[in-house]
């Protein structure tokens, strides 16, 4: 079996080590750059405490879909506003192939439905830190869980999230990904956008109980904006499970912050942009606005 990263940065590169480590041969669709330059000699994984290193080379890392082989599975990673990039990727996706995304935000599975067929997409989340170190560096900051499932309902995937747990993931199959990947909305409303703000990593956030308050009420706006949806999420269950997640993962540094902290292009669309598609008018959800308002001002600033 092949399997694909499309999007092989920090998350993308620890799926990529533990997937080889399993014996499973991996390929990189990665656009050009530094990342995909030192990916073609190598990615180094660094252990979360920092004490160890291990090396791992790519059957092919390329831009251009020619350069790769056939792939069974197709793991998309890209950041939320490229997804309608991989569209290329669509070339070696074998007959009976998958794509599987686990990105932040909503409207992912909706757009690779409409370049790949419903029916061949997988969608879910994973709570697990990374943080990019450099062009094809990456430390493991922890997690312990990932939920998928197909996007069409009635389709049988289970055999993507046997391959994960094979390669070491707690991996549960679900039958449908909506309310998790809403679940996960709302933590990266909560978390991404604080963090990209602040600047504190996970244990920062938890440290601070001004930070704490201002994300439960974040949260409690991505409530509203799910039930809308047609996703009922208990309160309760996701601050509880947010604690948990939180204080499992309390070196990471969220990926917003890491963004920000790079002057890259942020997920403002998607995470909090995601839950105020769901406002019915401009009053609604004003904690969620703010953060909307501010960091879209930072990456109106750098040309983004």
Known sequence: MIVTIAGCGALGSIFASKLMDAGITVQAF??????????????????????????????????????????????????????????????????????????????????????????????????????????????????????????????????????????????????????????????????????ALTGFNNAGLMNSPFIMDLMKRIGSEAIVAAERAGVEIDPDDLWEGFIRNITRTASNIPSMLQDNRAGRKMEVDTIPGGVLRYARDGSEFPYTRAMYAILKAIDSERGY
């Open 30 to 195: 990665q656009r050009k750059g530094a990342t995909q330059e030192a990916l073609k000699e190598g990615l180094t994984i660094e252990s979360e405490d920092g004490s160890s290193t291990r090396n791992y080379q790519f059957l092919a890392v390329s831009h251009d879909p020619s350069c790769l082989k056939p792939s069974e599975l197709i793991i998309v990673l890209v950041k939320s506003f490229a997804t309608a990039k991989v569209y290329p990727v669509k070339e070696i996706l074998e007959g009976n192939g998958v794509v599987l995304t686990l990105q932040n935000g909503i409207g992912n599975a909706e757009t690779l439905s409409s370049i790949f067929g419903e029916e061949r997409v997988c969608a879910g989340v994973v709570h697990y830190g990374a943080i990019r170190r450099s062009p094809g560096v990456v430390r493991e900051a922890g997690g312990a869980f990932m939920a998928i499932g197909p996007w069409k309902s009635g389709i049988s995937m289970r055999w993507v999230s046997d391959i994960l747990q094979r390669a070491g993931f707690n991996a549960e199959y679900v039958e449908d990904p909506r309310p998790f990947i809403w679940k996960k909305l709302a933590v990266n409303s909560m978390v991404n956008t604080t963090a």
